[in-house]
């Protein structure tokens, strides 16, 4: 049985409170609340859509299969990022080239830039970040995507990756290192 959560906790926890009691309808909200983030963040970690669409599905169905393990030591959607990573990262390991180029990947960002220069200029630093990140070895991927473009507080990423606050802190200060590094040789070599 999962444990009961703070009274004060908010809809997301009492939905995930009800789908702990076996009630299906409850949990299929709390995947309607939940999937826009669980797929933004595997998007991030994962080159194929394919991928992100399995890890998805596989994250919310172990999910469900698993809910009484959940120890209510921290929130439930941070468990399911927890879940959700693990996913990311057997998928990473079983890895497929990517088959979209990088210009595909720049259309999809929105630019609010007006001139073509910004625009190209905005463009070639996205592929830089984007060939940085897809470089980075999948614990440093994970960590600078949690704390960086999904916003995370550090103890989140510690969290979502099972992993202790230093060793958190440390990955992402080495992922960000690298990332910088691409940047400055692609500044100077243009």
């Not at 906790?9 to 309808?25: G, K, T």
């Not at 979209?100 to 830039?113: C, I, K, P, V, Y």
Request: glycine share 4%; net charge negative.
């Amino acid at each position: 049985m999962c444990p009961q959560l703070d009274e004060t906790a908010d809809h997301e926890s009492e939905l995930w409170r009800q789908a702990c009691a076996d009630d299906i309808d409850a949990y299929a909200e709390f995947v309607a609340l939940c999937e826009r983030r669980i797929r933004a963040v595997l998007g991030r970690l994962l080159d194929d859509e394919r991928d992100v669409e399995e890890a998805a599905q596989d994250t919310f169905v172990k999910a469900w299969r698993h809910r009484h393990t959940f120890r209510g030591g921290a929130r439930p959607f941070t468990w399911l990022y927890r879940i959700a990573v693990n996913e990311a990262g057997q998928r990473n390991r079983r890895a497929k080239r990517d088959t979209r180029s990088l210009d595909e990947r720049a259309d999809q960002s929105d630019t609010s830039t007006s001139s073509v220069a910004e625009i190209a200029e905005t463009r070639e630093l996205a592929e830089v970040l984007i060939t940085g990140l897809r470089g980075l070895s999948f614990d440093y991927r994970a960590a600078v995507v949690l704390r960086d473009i999904e916003g995370r507080s550090n103890q989140q990423v510690a969290d979502a990756l099972d992993i202790s606050l230093a060793a958190a802190k440390a990955r992402l200060h080495r992922g960000r290192a690298q990332l910088r590094l691409e940047v400055e040789r692609h500044l100077r070599h243009g």
